[in-house]
């Protein structure tokens, strides 16, 4: 490649404060401007992200014609791409569980865009600058990569996607010439060591076209041992969960998995209970889910072709298992509404993981014949099962 194509591939128009915001793994970003929106699609044309516009309306909204409603302060947002039927009475507040109707009220829409991470996409991108310097580069670890260049080589570590401590300690940092690239540059100031030397680059600055990868990683090399260093061999960039905050900042965890034990009446993530004793109903369908999920998994089958079940196969399970006549559907869909909503906010809270609302229990439409309606399954891309560890 010649230095042309260089230019073109980081002469972005993005400024580098959104970047930086649209790099946060999990981040739920309220009312997105149209400069926004459009960073968002530049990056996930790259493959840096993936976004998810979504639609909602709040329960209580002094703005809306249906208030106040009968709890002033509930504070439940419905959204409205969830295949569900306004005539049919089958939008309910989550929290409240009243009966909302967001066309006919024209109550006011809200937006958010909801992004994630694309850790093999990212390493694309980078290794795409990296081919500029036309040096031999490696990958010795998870998100280290080696480049053959200068007296020693240069190493550039992905902070957020290395998983070998010892590339993230301060012995390592002033003796070998590294790069650290911090895909979630949010807390980057409380995350890496205050140590000036440490060459640290958000990748907000390399999307935005601030910073030149070449340049850094020419720097690197040609940098000799930094004078000043503090004597304890400690870390340079601190790892663990980050706090949820309002824009929900989460580290990237490579590859999401979320360990799953579904107990004789409890249902646990990460080992924290997402599901208690007292649940009855919803325990049920997770149950209802969880079996068939099992059995997908016994059958060997791709992730992408485990089965969906239907609302109505869902209510049938529940008839059979609990010996009575499920008279009102909807109450059904809107326990499986309650289950994803739950989980996500438990698991946000107490273990302080990007979770999406649908990485355990997963909502698709189906494909083909019954086109428009929708299925349910356990996520079979983010769910690993585990046998359910007494305390
Ligand atoms: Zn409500």
Request: hydrophobic content about 35%.
């Amino acid at each position: 490649m010649d230095s042309r194509s260089f230019r073109q591939k980081s002469a972005s128009s993005i400024p580098g404060e959104l970047a930086a915001r649209l790099l946060q793994d999990g981040a739920l970003l309220p009312n997105p401007s149209a400069e926004l929106i459009s960073a968002a699609e530049w990056m996930e044309s790259k493959g840096l992200i993936a976004t998810r516009v979504r639609e909602h309306v709040l329960c209580a909204n002094p703005l809306d014609r249906d208030f106040p409603p009968r709890v002033r302060t509930c504070r439940g947002r419905l959204y409205l791409d969830q295949g569900l039927d306004e005539a049919g009475h089958e939008f309910r507040c989550p929290e409240c569980d009243r009966p909302i109707f967001p066309y006919q009220h024209q109550k006011q829409k809200h937006k958010e865009l909801r992004v994630r991470t694309n850790c093999q996409g990212i390493i694309a991108y980078v290794l795409s600058h990296l081919a500029e310097l036309e040096a031999n580069t490696r990958e010795i670890s998870k998100g280290v990569f080696r480049i053959d260049i200068g007296s020693v080589g240069v190493l550039l570590c992905i902070a957020d996607f290395c998983t070998e401590e010892k590339y993230l300690t301060l012995d390592w940092a002033r003796t070998q010439p590294t790069c650290y690239l911090a895909v979630n540059s949010q807390s980057m100031a409380d995350r890496f060591l205050e140590e000036d030397w440490i060459r640290r680059i958000p990748l907000a600055d390399l999307v935005s076209g601030k910073v030149n990868l070449r340049d850094e990683v020419n720097g690197a090399a040609t940098m000799g041992n930094p004078l000043r260093v503090c004597n304890a061999s400690v870390p340079v960039y601190a790892r663990g969960p980050m706090p949820i905050v309002v824009e929900a900042v989460s580290v990237q965890v490579p590859g999401r998995h979320f360990t799953v034990e579904c107990g004789p009446e409890s249902v646990r993530v990460e080992g924290e209970l997402v599901i208690p004793k007292s649940a009855g109903s919803r325990y049920l369908i997770f149950r209802i889910l969880w079996e068939r999920f099992l059995g997908d998994m016994a059958k060997t089958m791709a992730p992408a072709e485990h089965n969906l079940m239907s609302l109505e196969e869902i209510v049938k399970e529940v008839e059979i298992r609990c010996r009575k006549y499920i008279e009102d559907e909807t109450a059904i869909r809107r326990y499986i509404n309650r289950l994803q909503t739950d989980i996500e906010t438990t698991v946000k809270k107490k273990i302080g993981l990007p979770i999406d609302r649908e990485d355990i229990i997963q909502t698709c439409r189906w494909k083909g014949q019954k086109e428009g309606e929708f299925g349910y399954r356990i996520n079979p891309f983010t769910v690993t099962a585990r046998p359910y560890q007494n305390d």
